[in-house]
């Protein structure tokens, strides 16, 4: 329902809100603060995104090469982009959602999860976890709501956790890539707890989870360098 949603206080229960999932809103005394997220979806991705898309509607032509090709054909190439960022944003959040529930096994909040059939959900799972163990990760809290009331802004953390010994803001990514804007959103989460808890964070990490094994990888570098 549209009028679901999760309340949070803040500040010792001075700030008192809600965040509503479906719509991935924050309300905060009958106002909407803008999100962490939001903000930075402001900023031009085209670079990236535009080579992208048109490497997706060649390759999705490329096979048809030697026949004739139909405008209906042409018209879904052109889409094609679309469909493979919707597909990648729902493997996202399998991801991710397996990696929150090894976090609350982890800290004794419930059974460890069952590994997903997925394979790709799986490639990720395993990362994850090679991380943990590699970095001696100690964690102390997840998807937790952070509010900054000097710069009125607010959004969720992935991760807050002890990394070999120091204590760090870690944000898990699912993406091909790791781009400069998660600089930008782990330090506005940082600053925010920060100015609420007083804490004094050592260091921050961002977490690229693959969604594919090292030969699938390699594959698509030499089509895309071909």
């Not at 594959?219 to 895309?224: A, I, W």
Request: hydrophobic share 35%; with cysteine; aromatic share 10%.
């Amino acid at each position: 329902k549209m009028s679901d949603f999760i309340p949070f206080e803040l500040y010792k229960g001075k700030v008192k809100g809600k965040f509503f999932p479906l719509s991935h809103q924050y309300w905060i005394d009958g106002k909407r603060p803008p999100s962490v997220t939001g903000l930075i979806g402001i900023m031009d991705k085209s670079r990236a995104l535009v080579p992208w898309a048109l490497e997706e509607a060649v390759k999705s032509l490329l096979p048809r090469l030697d026949k004739k090709l139909t405008e209906e054909e042409l018209v879904k190439a052109w889409f094609v982009s679309e469909e493979k960022k919707k597909k990648a944003a729902d493997l996202g959040t399998s991801i991710h959602s397996w990696c929150e529930h090894y976090i609350l096994s982890d800290m004794g909040k419930e059974n460890p999860p069952e590994m997903s059939e997925d394979k790709a959900v799986q490639i990720g799972a395993e990362a994850f976890m090679a991380w943990h163990d590699e970095h001696k990760v100690k964690f102390i809290s997840s998807e937790r709501v952070v509010y900054s009331k000097k710069h009125h802004y607010i959004g969720t953390l992935d991760i807050e956790a002890k990394v070999d010994g120091k204590l760090c803001l870690i944000d898990l990514k699912s993406s091909n890539g790791l781009y400069n804007s998660v600089r930008m959103q782990t330090a506005a989460y940082v600053k925010a707890d920060e100015e609420e808890s007083g804490k004094n964070y050592q260091g921050r990490w961002a977490i690229r989870l693959s969604k594919e094994t090292e030969d699938e990888y390699i594959e698509r570098m030499e089509l895309k360098n071909q």
